[in-house]
Structures are given as C-alpha cells and as structure tokens.
C-alpha cells in the first residue's frame, strides 16, 4: 500500500500543473472515510477537469453485476442507480474483461446506459482495481470523441489510480471505525456487566449493543429459567408494532417449550421460512443460544432486519457476546441469589423471639435482631456501632460495670450462663468466632427469656417435692434417679440419698422374679396402670404399692428410663382383706346358720334365701319373687305385715313368734326378726327376715322352766321339812313322855294316841317332801328295768288282782341296762302303777293296765297305759302338790317325785292322753348305760341291786 | 384346845346332848334323866366341842345340822381325832336327809342315827344299845 502511493506520487509529480491542482483538490476535499462523496467528487472534479458531457461511477455489487453510485452531468444524471450486467458487452464491461481503459467512438448506445434525454457518441471508462479485485468503473461519455485530449487516457489512469488508493484508504479508514465501534462497545458490555444494573436493565442495553453490533434491525432476547419462559425483550428499530411483537413473543415461546436436541449449539442462521423468520418478517434471522457454565440453556438471542447473512465474523462476535451475556445473566442470578439469601436471612434473625446481639472486639454491637432493638425501644440499624454496654437495662446490676454485660469468660469458645435482671431470667448462649483480623472476631450472644420456664419448672419441683404421692424416675438396672420425699417417706428412708443409692431389685422387691415380672410387663405395653406391687420398706415390713409407669426409650428403642407415680395402698389392702374376711365370715354364717335369711324387697316379695332355707324343704321357685306372707299361717298374717311396715318405716322388729308353713307342709312355730337395709339416701330398700324354727325349742324351754320349778320346790320343800321335823320330834317325844307317865288318865291317854297318829301322818308328809327335794340318786349301777318292773308289778300284784285289775306285762327281753338307782326306780315304777290303779278303780269298767318296756334308739322306754279315765291337766300332772285326789288321799307329790328321779336319771317321764281309747299312758325314757348298748345283760344281776 | 386326863366313861358322867332347838333338848333330856342318864346340854356344836375338851362325857348325843360353823358331823370327826374313848359313843340326829358326804361318812363309821321325829322308846332302845344302861 506504501508502494502503491508512493508510485503514485510519482505519477503525479510528473503531471502538469492543471492536473496537479486537480489531485490537491481531490485528495483535501470531501470525509476521507466516505466512498461514496469520494466516487461522487471524483465524477463531478474529473467530468469538469476534462469538460465533457457525463460522468459515473459504477460499483461491482457481484461477480457480474455494477451498480452505478454516482453520476454527474447531463449525459449521465438519468443513469443513476442502473444495474448493468458485465456479461452483456459494453465499454463497462469492456474495461472489466480488459482491466485496462477503453475508449470506444462511436459507442453502441444499447450496450451503454445514457440519459433520455441525449445519447453518447463516444465514451471512456477505467477500471478501479483494489487488492487485484476490481472495486468498479469509471466512465466518462460525451457527444464525441474530439471532446477527449489526447492524454486523457493516461490522465485518467493516474486519476483512477488515486481513486482506488482514496477508496482502499477509506475503506480501511470505515473499517477500522467500526473495529473501533465494536470493540467499543465490546467495552461497554463488559461495563455494563460490571455495572450493578438489574437484570431487565442489563438485558435490555444488551439487547440493544448486540442488534447494533451485528446490523440488526431487531435483536429478542428470550430468558428462561429452568425449562420454565422467564422474560423476553425486545429490542427494534424502527419500533415493531404490538401485533408484530405479540407474535414475536408467541413464536419466541414456541421456541423455548422445544427439546434442547432442537435448539442450535451456537449461532445459526434460520431458514426464510422458519416461523421465527416469518414472524420478524425478515430473510436473515440469526439464533444464538445462551448457555450456562454447566450447560443449561440461559435464552436465547434472536437477531432479525440484517441485511446479508453471519460472516465467520459475525459468528465468533455473536458467539462472544451471547458468553459474555451468559456469564453476566449467571452472575447476576447468583448475585440475586446471594442478595437474596442475606435478605431472609436478616428476615430469619428477625423473626426469632430470642435477643440475639453480634459484637466485636472491641465490645461493639455489629448486629442486634429485631426483637432485641425492640426492646430496647431502638432500629436494629441504629445500634450498629454502639458500645455492648447499651444494652445495660437488661443487664443485671452486678455486671453493669463489664463492658460487655453478657460476656463471662471471654477467651471461652462458647458459654452457657443464666443472666438474672429486673424479675426476669435469660439463659445466654455464647458463640465466638476467631478470625485472623479483629474484624473477624465476632461474639454472638442469644438470649433466651426463660422467666416462665423457670416458673413453670419451680412449679414442677415444688409440685414433686410437696406432692402426697410417691414420684420417681429410675433405671432398668435398678437404680433410682430421682425420687420426692414422698417415696421417701413411702419406703421408710431417712433421707433421698439414701434411696438413691438402694437397690431396687434386691432391695425393695420382695423377690427377684417379681421384679422380672414388672420388667417384662413394661417392656412389652410401654405403660403400665394401676400396677399394683408390694414393696419392702427399709425397716422390712411390706408396702403395699399402686403404680403408674411409663417407660422412656432412647432413639434406638431401648428403654433407658422409667418414670411413675406410687401410691401407698397398703391401708386400703388391709381393709379390703379385712372386707374380704368379712364378707367371707358373713357369707359362711349366710351359708351354715341354722336360721332361714332371707332379703325382701320393699313390695315385700322375697329377693334373696340363704341355703339353710332350701336345707329346710323350700324350693327356690317357691321363694323367690313372692310374698312372705304367704307363708305365715292366715291368722297371723295381718301381725305379719304389720311388722313389715314398721319395719320399712325404719323400726327394727325382733322376735316376733309366729307360726309358719314348712316346706314340706307342716305347720312350724318360727321366731322372726325383721330389720331394714338402707341406700345411699338413707331410704329402706330391702328387709331382711331371719327366721328360725324354734318348735323343738319352745317344747325344750316348757321343759327347762318346769325342770328349773322343781328345783326351786325342792330346794324349799327341804328347808321346810327341816323346820317340821324339829318341832314334830318335840311334839312326837314328848306325846309319848305322856303317855308313858302312869299320872296322866286313860282318857287323855286316848287323845294323845290321836295327837301320835297325826304326828305320824305329818312325819310321813314330810318324809315324801323329802324324798322329792332329794336332788342326787344315792347310787349309779347298771340295772335291768325289766327286773325293777316284775318286782313292781310282784309288790302290788295281789291288790290288783283281788280288786280285778287285769296287770298285762309286755316286756322286751332284749333291752339294755340303765345307770341309775334301782330303789328309786322302783318307787317311780310302784308310783305309777298306783296313779293307773287308782284311775281304773275310779271308772267302775274291768280296769286293765299294760306294761311294756322297750328299746327307743339309746333309750329304754317304759310305757304305762291304763283304761280308765284320762286325765284332764297332763301338762300339769307332775306339778308338785297337784292331785285329782281327795283331799286326804294324796300328797300330791308322788308323781313329782317320780318326775325329779326321771330326771336326775337322765330321762324323760311323760303323760299322754290316749289317742285310740280312753285312759292315758304314762311313759319313763332312760338313757341306757354307755357300757351295755348292744349287749343283752343277764336279767339275774339286777335282783341283786333291786 | 388342851385336854383333861380320860376317864374310862361311866354313867355317872352325863351325856353330852348338842341340839339348838330348846323345846328337842328339853324332851331328850327328860327321855334320858327319866330312865336315870345324866345330861348336858349345849346348844351348838361349839359350845359341845367346849365342853367335851373340859370334862369327860359319858356318850354324845348331836343333830347333825347345827346353827353356827360347827355342825354334828365336825363333831363326830373332832371325837374320832380327840376322844377315842368317845370314839364308839355317838348317836347323830338327823333332821332332814344329810348330805350324800355325811351320810358316807356315817355309813362307813357305822354311827347310829335317827331321823326325828322318833319315838321314845326308839331313841332309848338306840341309846342303851349304844351307850348302856345308867
């Protein structure tokens, strides 16, 4: 290029001063970098230097095609903007095939273009030839040939020489502008990367540089983020209209819903008829993809209104932007992100309850939380910077003189401390951080208000320690971990300690399988209610124990703790076994009592009959659900309910005889009680009956009673005798005195006699008296009844049979002996004997009496029956002094003295009315003697007694 | 109680009578001085124990049931013990049937005993028999 001006410059030096001017004029005038005011002064400088007609520039737009840029005068100014093919001959096309000039006189005015108005008869036209390639051809046309000088050829090669070098330099001049322009804004991309502009404001210049950089008319940029149509921008000149840009948007997201597989790896050039293309309504559309460091798709740029296709230039520009674009959009993201993240995290500080304050070194405040400035009625803004000692007022008073209230121990990497100020109570957790640099020291302090946990936890305490029931916490090997002085107490230790360090398995159960027991049921139900235990108190007496447990695990499930709560029971244990013991006490004497109990409700229908009453014949279904009354015989029944109704009415009734139906029918004498049972309100709501069949009774206490008479007569009888006999002995003694002394005369004599007589009836009187209180038989010997009867029957027998008393004996050979007193069985026998004489005799009929002796179970019984006329009183008849006797003809106590030997015996002496014919019989029952029953005893032996 | 020397009894010695009812003593002693003894009389069992530790008796008339802590029966033991010239010179009487004890006790010692009343001649036939004629 230096070569070429330099030979120019030679060229020129050479010309004449015309021409000379011409290149000074040519070279200073007209913008340097502007080809076409370069081409355009070259036509108008040069046709006005040479004088011709016209003159034109045209510029090889392709391989075979000029285009004419410039014109100047008359013969070429219609010619303008003209499209010549240099495949059709011309002089144009003449110059380009030669590389030379051509000068052609006369030309074919077909073959070249000319004004309208005036056609050429001879032209010139020079190729301007720039890096071996031809740039275009200058042409200069006039009417003839004779308007050309002769140089003009030579001229006009020097003139085009200059003109090539003027376009070279102007085009290397315009194409280092816009190097210049580029790498301008190159820079300012780079800044405007740096610069802290929000993503929209840094897409939008960049949108707006890349369209510009790359010749575009219009430039989207569409940002996605994930797979998910993020933003897209727009950028255009001139301004797309809202039609155009919605259907630039939908194609654009169209685009972005794609598989990767179909986006372009780098930029690329979209057919004519691709949507996109459509859409811009532009023929050369370029697609770059923005890609991320890790490869996903950031957006995509889309480059529309350029008018040629991407240069390899264009490509690895476009290629660079898009990075450099990718790089920043990244950047800003994580930028954002970081942003972003401080924010909540200034946010999450905030929104903690606890005090949390950052100091320094140096004690000052770096960073308090929201809540902390709060409440020192601040902006957490305000307090950066001020001392730690700021926040005295929720200091304690002691440390208020530290520069930093909380601090400790500063040189601690961490502390924990409960903080007390103004009532209320901080657990501080400390953190410090070491850096390098003091700004790196950084204490963190978080405090916690934790005034109502230490309330609520004083609460507790307070509870566990004062709380009635036994607490405890204790381990699966046997150990307590806590225990209240409850349990204390409970188990008989004198202080915690000393339970602490017992040993549950050995010590407190009562053995060691009760203790596995307890392990096995809490391992399998985790809980255990109302457990009940019973314990080993320290002083070794039994603790009876109700526990709820519940067992603690570890993170794996194994148990680690027990927790529960134990009651003493043992109070109630023994009231329940005293319960039990009652209960079963009552229901043994409900179940053998010899009385019928029975439960009526308060309609008097029987709800409940003890055994004993199905014992005595009744059947269930006959009792309950009916009435008692029932049962009572009709004329006591009005008593009966009578006595339910003062019973119900809250009165007890005792011993009410009555006589009731049996179960098996018959007609019994009871003695019932009747007493009331009570609710919860105190109301009666039941009865209870007890019944007991007292006949036998009633028969055994008539007995007592009489038997209790006799003794009493006979304890009286004695002192009476004693006191007759004495004065009888002097009346008796001295009669006879008198009737010895041969003073006294025959005649009184004879009344002493009588005053003898009746001395003797007194003494026999009173012998019978005594003989009757006579409490114990003399003797005990075995004796043979039978014996005793035949010498009975043998002392009366003439009487009876002289007085035509038939005498029957009936005697039974077989029965035992009796232990008793033969004599005084004899005068019970003769005694008897002489009461049925003597009731015969009275009827006037054949008397007959039978005698018959016999064995009843363990007794001898021996019967006395009589035909005569029965007797009136037979309850009465051994009544002491009653006699149905004339007066004179008995004591009246014979039978009452048979009746006290009977029983002196151990027998039973009876007289019954007979049943199937007149008269009565008397019966003697006497236990036989122990050593006989079974055995038959020679009936010889007791002649001997007898 | 000291004790005089014995004397062989005779019936120039009077008999003791034990009785407490005056109007008894009063017909024994007239039966017994009418056919020629010599009596005594002492009206409780006490009194009789008094008397026979003094003086020497000819034979011993006693109710079994005397008033006071003494009755006939102590008596009779008392001579068995003190006087065993008394020992077989005893007659009890009886004014109701005695104890089951005393009346074993009489039984085994074989003391006679009536029961009252009784007749004169009974009582004396008894004495004589027992004690001999005066």
Not at chain 1, 398 to 423: G, M, R, V, W, Y
Not at chain 2, 22 to 51: M, N
């Amino acid at each position: 290029m230096r070569a070429k001006q330099r030979s120019i410059e030679q060229s020129v030096a050479s010309c004449d001063n015309a021409l000379q001017k011409l290149f000074v004029g040519l070279s200073v005038s007209v913008n340097a970098d502007d080809q076409d005011a370069i081409v355009s002064e070259y036509c108008k400088k040069i046709r006005a230097f040479f004088g011709v007609a016209g003159a034109c520039y045209c510029k090889a737009v392709s391989a075979d095609e000029l285009l004419c840029i410039s014109t100047d005068g008359p013969m070429a100014e219609d010619f303008a903007g003209t499209l010549l093919s240099t495949r059709q001959p011309s002089v144009f096309a003449g110059a380009i095939n030669a590389r030379r000039t051509i000068w052609e006189n006369p030309i074919d005015s077909r073959q070249t273009p000319h004004s309208a108005r005036s056609t050429p008869r001879a032209g010139l036209a020079t190729p301007v030839i720039i890096a071996e390639k031809v740039h275009g051809v200058f042409g200069l046309f006039d009417k003839t040939a004779e308007r050309f000088p002769p140089n003009t050829i030579a001229d006009l090669d020097i003139l085009m020489a200059l003109l090539a070098n003027r376009l070279e330099t102007a085009h290397l001049s315009q194409q280092a502008s816009h190097y210049r322009q580029r790498a301008n804004n190159l820079m300012n991309l780079a800044l405007d990367s740096t610069r802290s502009f929000r993503i929209p404001d840094f897409v939008q210049r960049f949108t707006a540089r890349a369209a510009e950089m790359l010749g575009a008319g219009i430039a989207a940029l569409v940002l996605f983020r994930g797979a998910k149509l993020e933003s897209v921008f727009v950028h255009s000149d001139p301004p797309i209209d809202a039609r155009g840009l919605e259907a630039l948007r939908s194609r654009l997201s169209e685009l972005a819903l794609r598989p990767a597989s179909q986006i372009p790896a780098g930029p690329a050039e979209l057919a004519p008829d691709h949507p996109l293309s459509v859409a811009l309504g532009s023929s050369h559309v370029a697609l770059t993809p923005l890609t991320g460091s890790t490869g996903d798709l950031l957006g995509l740029l889309c480059l529309g209104g350029r008018q040629r296709q991407l240069a390899a230039e264009d490509r690895n520009l476009l290629q660079a932007l898009v990075s450099h674009a990718s790089l920043t959009l990244e950047n800003f993201r994580l930028f954002s992100q970081i942003e972003q993240s401080k924010k909540q995290w200034v946010e999450d500080i905030d929104a903690i309850s606890d005090f949390i304050v950052v100091h320094d070194r140096l004690h000052r405040i770096l960073r308090v939380n929201r809540s902390l400035a709060a409440f020192i009625g601040s902006q957490p803004s305000h307090m950066i910077g001020e001392p730690m000692s700021a926040l005295r007022s929720i200091a304690s008073q002691a440390t208020a003189a530290l520069p930093c209230p909380f601090c400790q121990d500063a040189s601690a990497p961490a502390e924990e401390n409960i903080h007390l100020a103004k009532e209320r109570a901080y657990l501080i957790s400390t953190s410090r951080i070491r850096g390098a640099t003091d700004d790196d020291w950084r204490t963190i302090h978080v405090l916690k208000d934790i005034t109502d946990r230490r309330e609520a936890e004083r609460r507790y305490r307070e509870l566990f320690d004062n709380i009635q029931e036994g607490l405890f916490f204790s381990t699966p090997d046997g150990r307590f971990l806590e225990v209240n002085d409850a349990m204390v107490r409970m188990l008989g230790y004198s202080t915690r300690e000393e339970l602490l360090q017992t040993n549950i398995s050995n010590h407190l159960y009562l053995a060691p399988e009760r203790r596995r027991r307890f392990l096995e049921a809490i391992a399998e139900r985790g809980v255990l209610r109302n457990y009940e235990e019973p314990l080993r108190r320290k002083d070794g007496t039994i603790l009876h124990t109700l526990q709820n447990i519940f067992a603690v695990r570890d993170a794996q499930g194994a148990i680690v703790q027990y927790r529960g709560l134990m009651l003493d029971v043992t109070e109630q244990k023994h009231f329940q076994a005293q319960l039990q013991r009652e209960r079963d006490f009552n229901q043994k004497i409900l179940n053998n009592t010899q009385s019928m109990i029975l439960v009526l409700d308060t309609a008097g229908l029987i709800s409940y009959a003890n055994p004993r009453c199905f014992e005595a014949g009744y059947r269930e279904k006959e009792l309950l659900g009916h009435r008692l009354v029932q049962w009572v015989s009709p004329s006591h029944r009005s008593g009966f309910e009578a006595a339910l109704e003062t019973t119900a009415n809250g009165q007890q009734v005792n011993n009410l005889e009555l006589p009731l139906r049996r179960g098996d029918g018959s007609t019994g004498h009871f003695s019932v009680s009747l007493s009331q049972v009570r609710d919860e309100q105190n109301q009666v709501n039941s009865i209870v009956v007890v019944m007991t069949d007292i006949t036998d009774a009633t028969i055994l206490q008539a007995k007592l009673a009489h038997s209790e008479k006799m003794a009493t007569i006979g304890r009286l009888v004695s002192g009476v005798a004693h006191e007759i006999n004495n004065p009888l002995a002097a009346i008796v003694g001295f009669t006879d005195l008198l009737i010895e002394n041969p003073d006294v005369p025959e005649s009184a004599k004879t009344d002493l006699q009588v005053i003898l007589q009746e001395s003797q009836r007194t003494k026999e009187i009173v012998q019978d008296l005594l003989s009757f209180a006579r409490q114990a038989p003399a003797r005990r010997l075995p004796v043979q009844v039978n014996a005793v009867l035949r010498q009975t029957i043998k002392l009366r027998g003439y009487d009876f049979s002289s007085h035509g008393v038939e005498v029957v004996e009936n005697l039974d050979p077989g029965i035992p002996r009796v232990q008793g007193d033969a004599q005084q069985l004899q005068q019970v026998f003769l005694n008897i004997l002489n009461n049925a004489y003597d009731a015969v005799r009275e009827t006037g009929r054949p008397g007959k009496i039978e005698i018959s002796s016999l064995r009843h179970g363990e007794c001898v019984e021996v019967h006395v029956h009589d035909n005569g006329p029965g007797i009136a009183n037979p309850d009465h008849i051994f009544d002491p002094f009653f006699t149905t006797k004339e007066v004179g003809q008995g004591t009246g106590l014979g039978l009452s003295i048979c009746y006290g030997i009977v029983q002196a015996h151990g027998g039973e002496i009876l007289c019954l009315n007979n049943t199937d014919s007149a008269g009565c019989t008397f019966v003697v029952k006497l236990p036989a003697a122990s050593e006989s029953i079974g055995a038959t005893v020679p009936e010889a032996s007791a002649e001997a007694n007898a | 109680m000291t004790s005089k020397p014995r004397a062989i009894p005779t019936a120039a010695m009077p008999i003791l009578v034990i009785e407490d009812e005056p109007s008894v003593t009063a017909f024994l002693r007239a039966a017994l001085e009418r056919r020629g003894y010599a009596v005594t009389p002492a009206a409780s069992a006490a009194e009789g124990l008094e008397l026979l530790a003094h003086g020497n008796f000819f034979g011993v008339i006693s109710d079994i049931r005397t008033p006071g802590r003494v009755n006939g029966a102590d008596v009779h033991s008392w001579i068995q013990e003190h006087r065993p010239e008394l020992r077989s010179r005893i007659i009890l009487i009886s004014g109701d049937t005695a104890n089951s004890e005393t009346l074993a006790l009489l039984e085994r010692s074989g003391t006679p005993c009536v029961e009252k009343p009784f007749r004169v001649q009974e009582f004396i036939s008894i004495v004589e028999r027992t004690l001999g004629k005066p």
